[in-house]
């Protein structure tokens, strides 16, 4: 029991080492590499918009447009 409680003890001061180690990395800002990739995220949305812009309006032409008129042929098949 007494060699758990100490393998337990150690443990626990070793990992809040870690913690207070990891305190001092305020105030580093985002990197240039973090930037990289905010401006590619912002590229695959640019570029996924246009398509997206284009087939709203193929929606919107197709629900609200006029309907064409197919009532140019007879029964007979002559126009």
Same mark, same amino acid.
């Given at each position: 029991?007494?060699?758990? &409680? ?7 001061? *070793?990992?809040?080492? !870690? /913690?207070?180690? /990891? !305190?001092? /990395? ?16 912002? *590229?695959?949305v640019a570029?996924?918009?246009?398509? /997206? *812009? ?9 629900? &609200?447009?006029?309907?064409? !008129?197919?009532? !140019?042929?007879t ?5």
């Amino acid at each position: 029991m007494k060699n758990t &409680f100490r393998i337990v003890t150690l443990a626990a001061i *070793l990992h809040a080492n !870690s /913690a207070f180690a /990891a !305190s001092g /990395a305020e105030g580093g800002g985002i990197g240039l590499i973090g930037w990289i990739f905010i401006g590619f995220m912002a *590229l695959i949305v640019a570029c996924q918009f246009v398509p /997206a *812009l284009f087939m709203l309006g193929s929606m919107v032409v197709g629900i &609200f447009g006029k309907a064409k !008129s197919h009532e !140019s042929v007879t029964s007979t098949g002559k126009p």
